[in-house]
Nanobody, 118 residues
Framework: QVQLVESGGGLVQAGGSLRLSCAAS????????MGWYRQAPGTQRELVAS???????NYADPVKGRFTISRENAKNTVVLQMNNLKPEDTAVYYCAADYGDTLRGDYWGQGTQVTVSS
């Protein structure tokens, strides 16, 4: 079992930045894929970004060029740096981890709220 705990959410004005962190309760070395989903009210949860143990990353089109995902295996942490935030980025952001090659979510965090005001 792995517990994932997110931090770093909050309220920011459009154009601002936030840094989300996801801390795992044990080593993430065996978790091949980690990343972030988000869910806005009335919508389905959607993939934001993922990163594999080897380093390749994947981003949803709406966040490409603005968000950067990184993984610090030694610290058991995954970070999502979000720049040039837009009101449409407002959502609850969930950290997820998977033993496989795709981020289906063997483990989930409880989520952190990100609100971007216009």
């Amino acid at each position: 079992q792995v517990q994932l705990v997110e931090s770093g959410g909050g309220l920011v004005q459009a154009g601002g930045s936030l840094r989300l962190s996801c801390a795992a309760s044990r080593t993430i070395f065996t978790l091949n894929t980690m990343g972030w989903y988000r869910q806005a009210p009335g919508t389905q949860r959607e993939l934001v970004a993922s990163i594999t143990r080897g380093g390749p990353t994947n981003y949803a089109d709406p966040v490409k060029g603005r968000f950067t995902i990184s993984r610090e295996n030694a610290k058991n942490t995954v970070v999502l740096q979000m720049n040039n935030l837009k009101p449409e980025d407002t959502a609850v952001y969930y950290c997820a981890a998977d033993y496989g090659d795709t981020l289906r979510g063997d483990y989930w965090g409880q989520g952190t709220q990100v609100t971007v005001s216009s």
